[in-house]
């Protein structure tokens, strides 16, 4: 697995990473995708999130999840998937709104906010996966913070990785 580290201090910033990786995952057309994001709440998941859904050329808003625990995104090449498991208790809580119909499906990405609730992440399809971990190390204003982000990819080649570091 090859790690990556980046340090944003704004959510614009926060965004345009995201946004720059889905548009390189949408330069490979037909591949499907997870993104599993963990972070502390307000540190930047669901703004990523955003800047992933305008670089694979999603143009609606995206809201989080965490009360309908799916949402689903067209209008582009690839569908968008944004799952959040926070208000679920346990694993087998994954079931109740087929999980795995989402996540691996062709041509998707599937972002999953608090990836890691249930521990490990053997339950994710063996797709390409980023681990995006998000962290806020420091309040810069009332609304923005010096935030690290660290990636992680599992399933990719390691050419492919080289290239997504690239682009970002």
């Known amino acids: 697995?090859?790690?990556?580290?980046?340090?944003?201090?704004?959510?614009a910033d926060t965004f345009k990473i995201g946004r720059k990786?889905?548009?390189?995952?949408?330069?490979?057309?037909?591949?499907?995708y997870i993104i599993a994001l963990d972070g502390e709440l307000g540190s930047g998941k669901t703004v990523f999130v955003s800047g992933l859904a305008a670089g694979i050329g999603i143009k609606e808003p995206v809201l989080?999840?965490?009360?309908?625990i799916v949402k689903e995104y067209g209008g582009s090449r690839y569908n968008l998937?944004?799952?959040?498991?926070y208000r679920l208790s346990s694993p087998s809580d994954l079931m109740s709104f087929d999980f795995y119909e989402y996540a691996g499906r062709e041509a998707s990405i599937t972002a999953i906010e608090w990836a890691n609730k249930f521990g490990e992440t053997f339950f994710f399809?063996?797709?390409?996966?980023?681990?995006?971990n998000f962290k806020n190390i420091e309040e810069l204003s009332e609304t923005d913070y010096l935030r690290s982000i660290d990636l992680k990819f599992e399933n990719f080649s390691d050419a492919r990785i080289e290239k997504l570091l690239e682009e970002l």
């Not at 697995?1 to 959510?11: F, P, Q, V, W």
Request: aromatic share 10%; hydrophobic share 30%; glycine share 4%.
């Open 1 to 11: 697995m090859k790690n990556t580290h980046i340090k944003t201090s704004s959510s």
């Open 21 to 32: 990786l889905g548009e390189s995952l949408f330069s490979k057309s037909g591949d499907s």
């Open 64 to 68: 989080s999840p965490s009360f309908t």
């Open 81 to 85: 998937y944004h799952i959040d498991l």
């Open 125 to 132: 399809p063996k797709v390409p996966t980023i681990f995006v």
